[in-house]
């Protein structure tokens, strides 16, 4: 069974593999926005973009900056404006959006697809943490996303 990827999936690979990025050790969210060109600033309050500057909340914990790095570099690579002037429901669907591509920014599939996942869902969860620098509920979701979108296809 061949795995398709979705238009998410493809982009954050051809991203990735246009920085040379191929496995899970070299994703690092300082080596990857200073090679798409975004600036780095770490900072005690919520995490947010300000023009190609990601803002990251440097209280968290750093699977928890990792996660936010992935929501923000969303609206880096793929929104444009100024959120304070959108409707909002305009402004929901970005961040729907940019909650999603960070699932797939942080655990990418074509990095997924070449894991050994155990039979145990606990334990594929406990790898894809190790692995990746995720929390917990993270990365039972994107198992999840990833066994559906698998099994959907087949």
């Keep these: 069974m061949r795995y398709t990827y979705n238009l998410m999936e493809e982009y954050v690979k051809k991203m990735y593999n246009s920085i040379g990025i191929y496995r899970p050790h070299q994703l690092d969210m300082e080596l990857i926005a200073a090679c798409l060109g975004t600036t780095l600033i770490y900072l005690p309050y919520g995490s ?6 990601i803002l990251i909340d440097d209280r968290l914990s750093p699977a ?11 609206h880096i ?3 444009d404006g100024n ?3 959108l409707p909002s429901s305009y402004l929901n669907y970005q961040e729907w959006k ?3 591509f960070a699932y797939h920014a942080c655990i990418p599939t074509f990095m ?3 894991l050994d996942l155990p039979a ?7 790898l894809l943490q190790e692995t990746f620098n995720v929390e917990y509920e993270f990365a039972k ?3 999840t996303q990833y066994i559906n979108n698998f099994q959907s296809i087949g």
């Design 48 to 53: 947010m973009t300000v023009g190609n500057a």
């Design 64 to 74: 928890g900056q990792w996660q936010d790095f992935g929501h923000e570099l969303c």
């Design 77 to 79: 690579e793929w929104h």
């Design 83 to 85: 959120q304070r002037v």
């Design 98 to 100: 940019a909650s999603n």
């Design 112 to 114: 997924l697809e070449g």
């Design 120 to 126: 145990s869902e606990s334990k594929s969860i406990h």
């Design 141 to 143: 979701k994107r198992l």
